[in-house]
């Protein structure tokens, strides 16, 4: 048998293995502690899969490191870079890694153990700033030529790693499929998210930083354009950008001329475009000295100066929401990007050196501005809600001298839902405790007291029910989005009786018998607050649960108008249940409910419900279990 060409030898492929092997060692060697953290980061990522949230007091804690080994790649990166450019010494170059190390550390250490949307807003704020750092920490505002240069082969490398290691993970995660059926393998589901974490954490990093640009010349003239980003952008980009330009001039008019404030979400679409164009401009940014491209020069500037009416634009939409309910991190990242690009747009219409290397440092170092102090998002947020808060609890008479007085008037459902919601923004966004001051209470103490006596399912406090604490502690009736106009019931204390709970009276020893029936629902949860109704599958037969609280009962609907209907009044109405209690220990044969019609029989196993006193009556809000199911 003969072959068209020669099979590849085996001192061919051993070759080119060694050549892969010190590719890797080199890059290794030129960025040792950013492919460290990179490793460290994904270990823990893969560790985590192997924790509960809700049961694992390690979770946070990897998640945290997680992130910690994150920024400290970023910064380990942009300093190498800035090493390269400066040729420093190896001494300086250590002294740089090591001061990465004690970053990471202490980033680390301040960081809390749960869930705050101001600490996930101050990480990516980070993680945005070390990119646009990485982007421009090697040159200066002369240097337009040699940075573009960069950026462009950073880009091409990004999305180079990206195809490899999705390509890789896509035919790695089919193998496994094929294992899985084909010989009957029961492979562990978090193999799958195990390897991806390992190919984006490991692979991805090892392989974007081996083709990572190691010169930083800064030629005369760039005349390696590509062809293809040439062509996207004069005949894709830059065509769609105009057609958007028009459509918002267009709503500019309408609003001018109908006298009408304009809405919300038009700051994003304005800060979408000015995103795009900016970008545009950018990517064609060497061509505007080519004698066939001078129409780029003027087409830069008349976008920048389409940008003004827009820009005002922007400022009214989101002073308007900012006028109605004060300033929140989202609304202060608009008016911050509104300020960003009005600077933007002056500096690159009247500055006769223009230098694009400025916007991503302008945004890197907005980005370490506003991540902290009392000037950044989350300080001028929380001055804003907490003075919208007071002025309510003032009005009210609830905050008097600085301190809730404890008086407990009822108030209109207009001021209980304002103070309700700020309430809760601030527990999500800055924890509970920055209200402590006006307390006399410990808040941590009313917290425990909250989550030990039952009153919250599983000793675990959401957000909501931390909020509903400190709403009660004002002696204010909580008062949601959910809440109705003809919700007049006076404002009752926390520790008062109009909220109650039941839970299973040992839930290490929750079992319920399960002979007799064919299916097992492991979670049902239902609640009267939510919109939304929860459902399953049998036999493609569709069921749909909701809680009916009026009535106290789980109604199972399926095909048309039928339905299987649990009655959940009896757990209420035990022996000393509807006595002055706020939490119930219940046991196994009271939460165990049995129901049947005439085609299905079921068993509905509780593990909580909670509810609230309405009209002198006990109704039920939610409830939390497993449920059996048996075709008759």
Not at 180 to 206: A, C, H, M, S
Not at 242 to 269: D, E, K, N
Request: charge should be positive; charged fraction near 15%; include cysteine.
């Amino acid at each position: 048998m003969k072959f068209s060409q020669p099979l590849r030898s085996p001192v061919k492929v051993i070759s080119g293995i060694q050549a892969v092997v010190k590719g890797a060692v080199q890059t290794f060697l030129r960025f040792p502690l950013a492919i460290l953290l990179a490793i460290t980061g994904a270990a823990f990522c893969v560790r985590e899969l192997h924790l509960t949230y809700n049961g694992h007091d390690l979770y946070f804690g990897y998640i945290n490191l997680i992130a910690s080994a994150y920024l400290g790649m970023l910064l380990s990166i942009a300093l190498t870079v800035r090493a390269e450019k400066q040729a420093f010494g190896v001494g300086t170059k250590v002294s740089l890694q090591l001061a990465v190390v004690v970053f990471a550390a202490l980033f680390y250490f301040t960081l809390p153990d749960h869930f705050l949307q101001k600490v996930a807003i101050r990480f990516v704020l980070y993680a945005l700033g070390l990119h646009w750092l990485i982007a421009c920490i090697a040159f200066s505002g002369r240097e337009n030529n040699g940075f573009w240069l960069f950026n462009k082969k950073l880009f091409l490398n990004i999305l180079t790693s990206a195809l490899y290691t999705a390509v890789l993970y896509i035919g790695i995660a089919l193998a496994l499929r094929a294992i899985d059926q084909l010989f009957k393998v029961d492979l562990d589901p978090r193999l799958y998210p195990e390897i991806w974490f390992v190919l984006v954490g490991v692979f991805n990093t090892w392989f974007f930083l081996s083709n990572f640009p190691a010169e930083y010349e800064n030629p005369a003239a760039v005349t390696d354009y590509p062809k293809g980003l040439k062509i996207f952008t004069q005949f894709v980009l830059l065509p769609i950008l105009t057609i958007y330009l028009l459509i918002l001039y267009a709503y500019l008019f309408r609003i001018i001329f109908t006298a009408t404030w304009p809405y919300g979400w038009v700051s994003y679409l304005v800060l979408g475009f000015s995103v795009a164009g900016i970008l545009a401009i950018l990517l064609v940014w060497p061509l505007r000295e080519e004698e066939s491209n001078k129409w780029i020069s003027g087409y830069s500037r008349f976008f920048y100066m389409a940008l003004f009416p827009l820009i005002i634009l922007l400022f009214i939409a989101i002073w308007k929401r900012v006028a109605a309910y004060g300033i929140t991190e989202l609304r202060y990242f608009v008016l911050l990007l509104a300020m960003w690009l009005l600077v933007m747009a002056v500096y690159f219409l009247f500055s006769k050196r223009k230098s694009i290397w400025l916007i991503p440092l302008s945004l890197c170092v907005t980005a370490f501005l506003v991540s902290f102090g009392p000037w950044g998002a989350a300080g001028v947020s929380l001055y804003s809600q907490q003075h919208r808060l007071k002025a309510l609890l003032v009005k009210d008479k609830i905050l008097v001298d600085g301190k809730i007085n404890g008086k407990g008037d009822p108030l209109p459902l207009q001021d209980r839902k304002e103070i309700s919601d700020i309430t809760m923004y601030i527990v999500e966004m800055h924890d509970y405790r920055v209200l402590q001051p006006w307390f006399r209470e410990n808040l941590d103490d009313l917290m425990k007291h909250a989550s030990t006596d039952g009153a919250y399912y599983n000793h675990r406090m959401t957000i909501f029910d931390q909020s509903e604490v400190l709403i009660r502690a004002m002696k204010v009736k909580p008062a949601f989005g959910w809440s109705r106009a003809d919700d007049t019931s006076a404002t009752i204390g926390f520790g008062d009786n109009e909220h109650f709970s039941a839970r299973l009276k040992d839930m290490s020893h929750a079992v319920a018998p399960v002979k007799g029936y064919e299916y097992l629902v492991p979670t049902i949860s239902a609640n009267f607050y939510e919109v939304s109704e929860a459902n399953f599958q049998i036999r493609g037969t569709a069921f749909v649960y909701r809680l009916d609280s009026a009535a106290n009962r789980l109604i199972f609907s399926y095909t048309n108008d039928s339905a299987l209907v649990v009655d959940l009044s009896p757990v209420v109405k035990v022996s000393g249940f509807e006595q002055n209690v706020r939490t119930y220990d219940l046991p196994a044969e009271v939460m165990t409910l049995d129901t049947e019609n005439s085609q299905w029989a079921s068993r509905l196993f509780l593990e909580y419900v909670g509810g609230e006193l309405r009209d002198g009556k006990k109704h039920i809000t939610s409830a939390k279990g497993y449920f059996l199911l048996r075709k008759k």
